[in-house]
């Protein structure tokens, strides 16, 4: 039986529950500068081109998990270019000034993080080229140094950066695809979460920092997800709140999801299946779903 997942996997949206959906929209729309794909009753799909990257659900009925509870630490976006970036950060610090929370260098990207209007975490960042990455025993060497913002800007800000943030301009004619590139979760342990992300799901590991977060990827990317401990250790499964939806993975093909299927229902993982695609849920209860 095939241990891995293939290395052509991808992330695919993140979808969250919302308590206000108007907002909500507005925010990733008109601030993190991703466009509406679609929008139906209670659903708004935001991405670029033809990637969904955020799914938003109206639920106004649940309330805000409480602190400490498993779910969502951010959902990251990965930007093609550094002037793509540069015109994203740009058109948050205009239209959501007190939603940034903080930049850094990670050696493999730049990552720019704020919060949304409803308290989800969100990366906006830009990869460096894979062969300026650098790999000891099969880990990706990761930090976390300075990145200025403002002069992360005055570098790579274009003119027409700045025009689309200052305008309601499609931005996906501007600067082409954003997608999510990596999801990071809030879980209860790191051991469990290699367990069920490693040893079932068959990511590789490919980053650790001590026993409080774990880095899984495909294909050798740095991460494709990253599970931490850092304000959830000893979280047990979630109940039904606003936050994180679902997550969804994006495999090569049908025979793909059905060799994850087979794989899963051998460890006892309880799956969904509606002939098209494959969902189960973690040990906290975040679902994901599975796709072609």
């Given at each position: 039986m095939d241990q891995l997942l293939p290395a052509a996997s991808t992330m695919g949206a993140v979808t969250l529950r919302v308590a206000?959906?108007?907002?909500?929209t507005a925010y990733y729309r008109d601030a993190v500068t991703l466009r509406v794909l679609a929008s139906e009753g209670g659903r708004v799909v935001l991405g670029r081109g033809s990637t969904p990257a955020?799914?938003?659900?109206?639920a106004p009925e649940l309330k805000h998990a409480g602190p400490g509870e498993a779910g969502l630490f951010h959902t990251a976006i990965l930007f093609d270019s550094e002037e793509a970036l540069a015109a994203a950060v740009y058109s948050v610090a205009r239209r959501a000034p007190g939603t940034f929370t903080g930049s850094a260098d990670h050696l493999v990207s730049k990552a720019f993080y704020f919060t949304d209007p409803e308290g989800n975490g969100v990366e906006l960042y830009w990869d460096r080229d894979r062969t300026l990455w650098s790999w000891t025993h099969g880990q990706v060497e990761m930090a976390t140094l300075f990145l200025d913002p403002q002069t992360f800007l005055s570098e790579h800000l274009?003119?027409?950066?700045?025009?689309?943030?200052?305008?309601?301009?499609d931005a996906t004619a501007v600067f082409g695809?954003?997608?999510?590139g990596h999801v990071h979760l809030s879980v209860g342990d790191v051991a469990t979460a290699r367990e069920f992300y490693v040893d079932r799901l068959g990511f590789?590991?490919?980053a650790a920092l001590g026993g409080s977060a774990l880095f899984v990827s495909a294909g050798g990317y740095h991460h494709h997800m990253a599970m931490n401990t850092w304000n959830s250790g000893g979280a047990g499964r979630r109940r039904l709140a606003l936050g994180l939806g679902e997550v969804e993975i994006r495999l090569p093909s049908t025979d793909d999801i059905g060799a994850l299927e087979e794989r899963m229902r051998h460890y006892g993982v309880q799956t969904r299946d509606d002939g098209r695609t494959l969902a189960f849920d973690d040990p906290w209860a975040n679902a994901v779903r599975v796709v072609a």
């Open positions: 206000d959906l108007d907002r909500m955020v799914v938003l659900e109206h274009t003119e027409r950066g700045a025009a689309l943030a200052e305008s309601t301009t695809d954003a997608a999510v590789e590991a490919t």
